[in-house]
């Protein structure tokens, strides 16, 4: 349904059942649980869908091994269950990750381990063998039933230097497990939309919209695209903005009812770095290490360059989060403790970024002690005004179970039954995937005209919803980007399809172009060119699209207009760079 389609549809009929206000991962899930159920059902989103924290996680998939340490033995648990539906719904972006954790010490952590476990705030301290050991016996017999991972390992120093000679001499033995890793988590966000929306005609979905109050107390939807206002009734509304909670309860109470704070937000920044000689000392491996000060970091190899973060520091406004240069050095320091010998030059930072972690508020000056666990709270409203359920904390990995929280609430307050369980739903080019990736591939080439190498790279972005992206790109003139590995009808398609409404959108969340560091000015101008098409923007809109993407690549993402220019020509070797631990997911994702 176009965006013109929706407005008009709400000013035909302004009743709906419920108003999910924010498109990240848990709005959209929650979205896709109650459009599942046949609920009429509105999705408004202030910026893009999937651009905030939801774009900025660490890129794992994971049970949170650290929060044993915290006592969330449920949260472990539900996660680990999370991760591995995930695995089986969503091959085509979600793969194992094999995880080394080295250990510098024996007994070190046991006493202050016991301490954070009994609830008592104590600074995060160095975990020795004994303590690792103690944990993943535990992510062990969490997952024992299933099976879909092979059990955890240890090596002596001699065995770990062997395999990983580039890590610091001092280490004296070391892990290995399995989590999982995402390729591109705002993909997956895209896709659980399109799954609720092709399933239910009363459910709608708009980015760039936001819901607002009016001085007599009535609800409407401002367009921030044509500046419209439009009506709305909602029955009840579900306020899922992550680290903006209170910022947009302000604007759903009166000031007189308006709900204490909910959010106590901390953020993570993330690197992401071109250099071959730190990707080929991680073997294919996440390195989920400590830093000198017992902050936990990770490292792994993510489309062909390194991923390696995170920071954990207080956030007030979740609208001024970017990575600073006192982040990039201390996770620089903390890289060059892990790794000594290699050495990472300014340039070989091709992305950065940062995201706010929407914890539960808390007082807790230790910022891990605060609870990664998630919930809801149903508000009430003074006036009469519908009521608002407000989810809070989450990680990405429970997403679909907190969503399935929240709208089983729902359900409860409107009286309906749910009918439909998304547990094992495939998800976007999840469904129908096949065993025999090679054959797939055969016969779609056969179906489209386009050549086998050509359907892989298709099939590597999007899993078997290449097969309708493929019969667009045939379906007229195509030409070559100057990135290898993208064309003109396949840019198009994003465009069209995927509610691309800014230059950002598709280069940031539509693709992976700006954070795989294989953006280049040549293919910027290109893209937009073909969106400027599409989209019937005027010269004037061209060029502010191209000036602001330009300023927020320098400003959030620590991208110049010379690192831009510089790139003109490495089309061919970015192109080339592998995907991920193991080339890519779907290669990767038979499971041991």
């Known amino acids: 349904m176009k965006r013109e389609e929706i407005f008009d549809g709400l000013r035909r009929s302004p009743k709906v059942d419920v108003c999910v206000v924010g498109g990240g991962i848990n709005g959209i899930s929650v979205f896709r649980e109650l459009a599942l159920q046949g609920l009429n059902i509105l999705l408004v989103e202030k910026h893009d869908y999937c651009s905030g924290a939801s774009s900025a996680l660490s890129r794992m998939v994971h049970g949170g091994l650290r929060y044993l340490e915290n006592g969330e033995f449920n949260l472990v648990k539900e996660s680990l269950v999370e991760r591995d539906r995930l695995l089986r719904n969503a091959p085509h972006l979600i793969a194992p990750l094999p995880t080394m954790i080295p250990a510098f010490d024996v007994f070190s952590g046991l006493t202050n381990g016991i301490v954070r476990f009994l609830g008592r705030s104590r600074k995060p301290s160095r975990r020795g063998a004994i303590t690792i050991k103690a944990g993943l016996s535990i992510y062990d017999f969490l997952t024992r039933t299933r099976g879909l991972m092979p059990r955890h390992r240890f090596r002596g120093r001699r065995g770990t230097l062997a395999k990983w000679p580039?890590?610091?001499?001092?280490?004296?033995?070391?892990?290995?497990?399995?989590?999982?890793?995402?390729?591109?988590?705002?993909?997956?966000?895209?896709?659980?939309?399109?799954?609720?929306?092709?399933?239910?005609?009363?459910?709608?979905?708009?980015?760039?919209?936001?819901?607002?109050?009016?001085?007599?107390?009535?609800?409407?939807?401002?367009?921030?695209?044509?500046?419209?206002?439009?009506v709305v009734d909602p029955a009840l509304i579900i306020n899922a903005t992550g680290g903006w909670i209170d910022i947009v309860n302000g604007d759903l109470f009166p000031v007189k009812s308006r709900p204490a704070p909910l959010i106590g937000g901390t953020k993570g920044s993330h690197l992401i770095i071109d250099n071959a000689e730190l990707v080929e000392a991680l073997d294919g491996h996440m390195i989920y290490y400590e830093n000198e000060d017992g902050r936990v970091c990770i490292l792994f190899p993510y489309l062909g360059k390194a991923l390696v973060g995170s920071t954990d520091i207080r956030i007030d406004d979740p609208d001024d989060v970017r990575c600073t240069a006192d982040e990039r050095d201390y996770i620089l320091q903390s890289l060059a403790f892990v790794l000594p010998g290699i050495r990472i030059e300014p340039e070989e930072i091709v992305f950065q970024f940062s995201g706010v972690r929407p914890l539960p508020a808390s007082d807790d000056t230790i910022t891990g002690r605060i609870p990664r666990d998630h919930f809801c709270t149903l508000i009430e409203s003074s006036d009469g005004a519908p009521p608002v359920l407000c989810m809070i904390g989450g990680k990405w990995t429970t997403f679909r179970s907190f969503g399935e929280l929240a709208a089983d609430l729902v359900l409860d307050r409107l009286h309906l039954t749910r009918r439909v369980s998304t547990a094992d739903r495939p998800i976007g080019g999840g469904r129908r995937f096949p065993e025999d990736i090679d054959a797939w591939v055969m016969r779609t080439s056969s179906a489209t005209g386009l050549d086998a190498a050509r359907i892989t790279e298709l099939f590597e972005r999007y899993g078997t919803d290449a097969e309708a992206i493929a019969r667009f790109i045939a379906g007229g003139p195509d030409e070559t980007m100057p990135h290898i590995g993208y064309s003109s009808r396949e840019i198009t398609y994003l465009a069209h399809h995927e509610a691309v409404e800014h230059l950002a959108d598709l280069l940031l969340r539509r693709t992976t172009l700006a954070i795989g560091g294989q953006l280049s000015l040549a293919m910027l101008d290109a893209v937009l060119d073909l969106v400027a098409a599409e989209k019937r923007w005027s010269v004037a809109r061209r060029n502010r699209e191209r000036s602001q993407f330009l300023k927020l690549l320098a400003e959030r993402h620590g991208v110049s207009d010379g690192m831009l220019i510089a790139r003109n020509e490495q089309g061919v070797r970015y192109a080339k760079s592998p995907q991920g631990p193991d080339e890519s997911p779907f290669r990767q994702g038979a499971l041991p």
């Not at 070391?174 to 999982?180: I, R």
């Not at 890793?181 to 659980?192: D, F, S």
């Not at 939309?193 to 607002?212: F, K, M, P, T, V």
């Open 166 to 230: 580039a890590l610091n001499s001092a280490i004296k033995s070391s892990a290995t497990y399995h989590d999982a890793w995402v390729r591109q988590p705002e993909r997956i966000g895209i896709e659980l939309l399109q799954d609720a929306l092709s399933n239910n005609q009363g459910a709608r979905a708009l980015n760039y919209a936001e819901l607002r109050r009016d001085a007599s107390g009535a609800f409407a939807v401002q367009d921030h695209i044509d500046g419209t206002i439009t």
